[in-house]
């Protein structure tokens, strides 16, 4: 089965630190895969490269086969390439009544003291 997604020796570093070094990995149709890692591994910035928001310093994202590595975000989700980001508020929800609910003490009200 041929690759509808394949990155290719990608590469990105802010100055002497490499975020991302010679990542390569393909994808066919119905492929999932999980991308984790602790915090600062490099999880973002490769997403950030392969969805345009982040110019790699070397390698290729090419999706169906054409490389897109040049392409801007907006031209790869016209070609199919979608992110999305974890929203942790949902409506309805207590965390968002709650919300709602705050408000700032008037003015010369008393006040708690920070601890």
């Known amino acids: 089965m041929s690759a509808v997604f394949e990155v290719a020796h990608l590469k990105k570093a802010f100055g002497g630190l490499a975020v991302t ?3 390569s990995l393909s994808m066919s149709s119905g ?10 591994a490099g999880k973002t910035t490769f997403v950030n490269l392969v969805t ?5 310093d070397s390698g290729e994202v090419l999706l169906a086969g054409e490389t897109v590595t040049k ?3 907006i031209g790869r ?6 992110r999305s980001f974890q929203v942790t508020l949902v409506p309805g929800h207590d965390a968002c009544r709650a919300c709602r609910a ?11 003291p920070h601890r």
Not at 52 to 56: E, F, H, M, T
Not at 102 to 112: H, S, T, V
């Open 21 to 23: 070094n010679d990542v």
């Open 52 to 56: 345009g928001n982040l110019a790699p």
């Open 31 to 40: 492929d999932r895969i999980a991308l984790i890692g602790p915090n600062g």
């Open 102 to 112: 705050c408000r700032l003490a008037p003015e010369g009200a008393n006040r708690a």
């Open 71 to 73: 392409v801007d975000a």
């Open 77 to 82: 989700v016209r070609r199919g390439l979608v």
